[in-house]
């Protein structure tokens, strides 16, 4: 969709453990998808699912071995993320650092999110 930008960047971190959830699947699998939908008290979340296929209009990150599906009503949301993967001593999960997010709730269960513009979004690397 858009392409002279990098709509995610994944750590080594996230990397290795898309690999371990696509590994230990109970189905056939491509990657996982990426999205975020309405809810919270923040007012939106984020939503990380196995992925069975690529669907139409997706945009696609292959870094690192994995293949990470961004479904297309987030790309404006989630524009220049990276998405890491983090093991604290009361949870193991995804993380993103996302410049589009401009407030948490205090849970750390939603954020609050305003769409990239295009021309201020970050280039792709080289």
Excluded: W
Excluded at 48 to 76: C, H, M, N, Q
């Amino acid at each position: 969709m858009f392409a002279n930008l990098k709509v995610m960047s994944i750590t080594d971190a996230a990397a290795e453990r898309v690999r371990s959830i696509v590994e230990n699947a109970d189905r056939p699998v491509v990657g996982i998808r990426v999205g975020v939908r309405n809810g919270g008290c923040a007012g939106m979340s984020y939503t990380v699912d196995l992925a069975e296929e690529v669907r139409p209009g997706d945009d696609v990150v292959e870094d690192k071995g994995v293949t990470v599906i961004v479904d297309p009503k987030a790309v404006l949301f989630l524009l220049g993320t990276v998405m890491d993967f983090r093991t604290t001593k009361l949870a193991s999960q995804f993380v993103f650092d996302n410049p589009n997010q401009t407030s948490a709730c205090g849970c750390g269960e939603s954020v609050a999110l305003t769409p990239a513009k295009i021309d201020q979004a970050p280039a792709s690397p080289a």
